[in-house]
């Protein structure tokens, strides 16, 4: 399987109502550049906003998975976030223009359908993977939730249900990402409700848009005619029936479609993690706020991760630009070339040296008697690494300047002082367009993280 990143071929529609909303919905997915995720635009308020497709955003998971960004919500994600992430897609912008996705039938085959009949656009940017380096659980004894996360070279779930029902029974789900079909065999499972779980739900005037087409109904006690009735005005259906313990004489698609839509689900919420996995999932009765919760825990970890140089310095290898190299694509000069050498560069990071030595100038007054290398010098050492990575896409032959735009989420954790060495760790957020340049940066001193940044830079050539 290719390593790169991919999005659509060609927009793809939908057009369905909203499960608890009732509200008829109109869905666009559109193609998205390399880095740029998964991102839900509401194309229906003033402004088109974005919410991002992470779980940094969930704010509600009573009913489905909702995010949320400056009192912008969208709800019901979780089938379309499956039907993308699972079928190989990294970045989509999907504009929606009601507060809900489209339940189409409950399940995401209309999804995978629509997807595999336009196809995946292969990008210029490496597939971002996270590991755990050891076992992560969530657990609530209460309600017998367990959700473990191993490492491993792929992805895969395994996934057990047990309501004490004795319609379901016991049910088991297995998924192993690259290998299983998504398409044929998680994709049109559909999502399921106990009958007695109905009832409040309609009382309270939710689930405006379900019926008995997008889910299964399974029924658990017997059902007085009363009962049938009010579900026969509510659901505006005259040949209501129970058989074999669902609603209406369903089939099921699957023996163990009910554990099979929970895995269909707990896909969907862990690509709110933003990257892909490579890990060994273990599922015990799953829901949204369960399958959330880890993914949470997931970035958590992998933000620490991040605290940790990427890059290894040998001070003995020889850099792939050294001070002199530096001089001729940078135009500061002593005493504000503030970096030494360049160890690594590729098309969207860079690592970078600095050598912090007594005979700073800055070191006689910060401070005299305690001598500190300011924070504005690291921010800008940071940025003149991050110059060389903006330099080496640009046009050969020319010279060039950057220029700050923004400096965003500083955070100083660690003090540098003389004899230190600075590893700075540069990566481009997203790609460079029309000169602008946006870089998540990094500086560590030895395995410890001394400051980090989001800058943004235009990068303008210089007349001759």
């Not at 999502?191 to 009832?199: D, N, P």
Request: glycine content about 6%; aromatic content about 8%; charged content about 25%.
């Amino acid at each position: 399987m290719t390593n790169k990143q991919k999005t659509l071929n060609q927009p793809i529609q939908f057009s369905g109502r909203g499960l608890h909303t009732g509200v008829a919905v109109n869905m666009t997915v559109l193609p998205a550049p390399a880095k740029h995720g998964i991102v839900f635009r509401r194309t229906d308020l003033e402004g088109q906003p974005e919410i991002p497709a992470l779980s940094d955003y969930v704010t509600d998971t009573s009913r489905s998975t909702t995010i949320e960004s400056n009192g912008v919500k969208i709800s019901t994600i979780e089938h379309i976030m499956s039907a993308l992430w699972m079928s190989g897609v990294d970045n989509a912008i999907i504009e929606v223009d009601a507060p809900e996705v489209p339940i189409m039938d409950g399940s995401a085959k209309a999804y995978a359908a629509e997807i595999a009949r336009v196809g995946l656009a292969e990008l210029d940017a490496e597939i971002e993977y996270y590991t755990p380096s050891e076992r992560i659980s969530y657990v609530n004894e209460e309600r017998g939730i367990i959700i473990d996360i191993f490492p491993d070279d792929e992805y895969s779930i395994s996934l057990h249900v047990d309501y004490g029902s004795k319609v379901l029974g016991n049910q088991y789900a297995t998924f192993t990402y690259g290998k299983d079909d998504y398409a044929g065999q998680i994709a049109p499972c559909r999502t399921f409700v106990f009958l007695h779980e109905i009832f409040p739900l309609l009382q309270h005037n939710l689930i405006k848009g379900g019926d008995l087409d997008n889910a299964i109904v399974v029924v658990e006690k017997p059902v007085s005619d009363d009962e049938l009735n009010y579900l026969r005005n509510a659901f505006h259906k005259e040949d209501i029936r129970i058989t074999g313990g669902y609603l209406n004489n369903l089939e099921l698609r699957f023996v163990n479609e009910p554990a099979r839509h929970k895995l269909l689900d707990l896909t969907g919420d862990l690509a709110l993690l933003g990257i892909r996995i490579k890990g060994r999932v273990m599922a015990t009765r799953p829901g949204h706020f369960a399958n959330t919760e880890l993914c949470k825990m997931l970035r958590k970890n992998r933000r620490m991760a991040g605290q940790k140089p990427r890059y290894s310095y040998d001070p003995t290898q020889k850099p792939i630009y050294d001070l002199n190299q530096i001089r001729e694509c940078l135009p500061h000069r002593q005493p504000f070339l503030l970096i030494d050498k360049i160890m690594h560069i590729d098309e969207g990071s860079i690592m970078g040296i600095k050598n912090v030595t007594y005979n700073e100038s800055f070191f006689a007054g910060h401070f005299p008697e305690e001598p500190v290398m300011p924070g504005v010098l690291l921010i800008e050492a940071m940025a003149q690494c991050g110059g060389m990575l903006a330099m080496n896409s640009m046009e050969k032959g020319c010279k060039y300047s950057t220029y700050f735009m923004k400096i965003d989420k500083v955070r100083f954790k660690h003090k540098v002082v003389p004899g230190d060495t600075l590893q700075f760790e540069l990566r481009l957020i997203e790609p460079i367009r029309r000169g602008i340049v946006v870089l998540e940066a990094k500086a560590f001193v030895a395995d410890k993280l001394a400051c980090e940044a989001e800058l943004m830079a235009q990068v303008t050539k210089i007349k001759e």
